[in-house]
């Protein structure tokens, strides 16, 4: 039988760039999203275009019950997840105008929560589903995706940069915790990726390729090789790292292009 991946929030963008990887290399592939529907019909595409078996589920926050009827469901398909990958988050904007991001005088406290809420511990529930199978084994790969941001902040993202953080302290403290069960436990820090929402923000565009060392950001596909990486034997030694695919953004002191403009 194939191997087994559950990524979250992949019905679409590098979630679902992550699942084609997976499927592409004849991996069986849960996903889930806020949506069910969307989320049965992006796993559809992927068993159709590759040839594997993919389901997808509806998983919200606050709802552990369903995380626990989402694992015994795929129990019941005799499948086993051998690696999990947290990519669904909040992304800490602000849902009239998410330029804004979230203002510190005004956003209200319950906002701010549900981003730590979101990206913290509806992730380590999640985890522990998928640990609870993988201790049995005694094997398994939990991938988180986490933010350059977490080490180099935004302007009104506190609550975003804050969580991601918290997700590379959880990175390290799971590793040791899960580590004695065979369970590696890693995570990919994206810089900007060309999402739809970027691409259509055109020349309002906060970071490009302009900015990095390289020339360029990130595609979906550079998230979901990194994943692919820690999500297989390939890092069978690896845990408690991080990797960060962001075109070199987060090693400078400055871009080059502040020369630049300096000088004109």
Not at 87 to 100: D, I, S, T, V
Request: some cysteine; charged content about 20%.
């Amino acid at each position: 039988m194939n191997k087994a991946v559950f990524i979250t929030g992949a019905h679409t963008g590098t979630g679902y760039a992550i699942a084609e990887t997976f499927a592409e290399n004849k991996w069986d592939v849960f996903i889930t999203s806020r949506c069910g529907e969307n989320a049965e019909k992006a796993a559809q595409k992927l068993a159709e275009t590759y040839g594997v078996f993919a389901k997808g589920y509806e998983c919200n926050i606050r709802n552990e019950q369903q995380v626990i009827d989402i694992f015994n469901d795929i129990d019941q398909t005799g499948r086993f997840v051998e690696t999990i990958i947290l990519n669904a988050a909040n992304l800490g904007f602000n849902p009239q105008n998410p330029a804004a991001g979230q203002d510190f005088w005004s956003v209200p406290v319950e906002a701010f929560g549900e981003v730590f809420e979101t990206n913290l511990v509806w992730n380590f529930t999640l985890i522990r589903q998928a640990a609870i199978r993988m201790k049995e084994k005694g094997i398994g790969s939990v991938v988180f995706i986490s933010s350059n941001t977490a080490y180099r902040a935004i302007p009104n993202r506190a609550a975003y940069s804050a969580s991601k953080g918290g997700i590379n302290a959880l990175t390290k403290a799971l590793a040791v915790d899960l580590g004695p069960f065979g369970i590696r436990v890693n995570v990919v820090l994206p810089g900007t990726i060309k999402t739809e929402r970027w691409v259509q923000m055109g020349s309002n565009q906060t970071v490009n390729g302009e900015l990095t060392p390289i020339g360029d950001i990130s595609d979906f596909r550079d998230i979901a090789n990194a994943c692919w990486f820690f999500g297989t034997d390939l890092s069978k030694n690896i845990t408690g790292s991080e990797l960060i695919v962001d075109g070199g953004m987060s090693c400078q002191l400055y871009p080059r292009i502040l020369n630049e403009l300096k000088r004109n």
